[in-house]
């Protein structure tokens, strides 16, 4: 059975910095892409960050580029987001979904607050 679970949300003060983490099993992690999407409440999904199966090509959206960063750890089967300069149009729930886009399989995701 595919899992994946993410954790790390919060709140956070604008300017502030989280780290987000996914645990994934039931597949093969170390061969997949992964990819990060976050949706706010009323909108549709945002495709923000993803990573090839060997960690060396990436992607951002010009929405987080120079803020986010996104990595993995194939040897833990774990997929990471570090979050900096953190903004309140960030505040959304953050997905970590298999594959290189918005679409795939996706764990329940963490809620990301960003406020004063």
């Known amino acids: 059975e595919v899992q994946l679970v993410e954790s790390g949300g919060g709140l956070v003060q604008p300017g502030g910095s989280l780290r987000l983490s996914c645990a994934a099993s039931g597949f093969s992690f170390g061969s997949s892409d992964m990819s990060w999407v976050r949706q706010a409440p009323g909108e549709d999904p945002d495709w923000i960050s993803a990573i090839r199966s060997g960690g060396v090509v990436k992607f951002y959206d010009n929405s987080v580029k120079g803020r986010f960063a996104i990595s993995r750890d194939n040897a833990k089967n774990t997929l990471f987001l570090q979050m900096n300069s953190m903004k309140p149009d960030d505040t959304a729930v953050y997905y970590c979904?298999?594959?290189?886009?918005?679409?795939?399989?996706r764990g329940q995701g963490t809620q990301v607050t960003v406020a004063s």
């Open positions: 979904v298999r594959g290189w886009g918005r679409f795939g399989y």
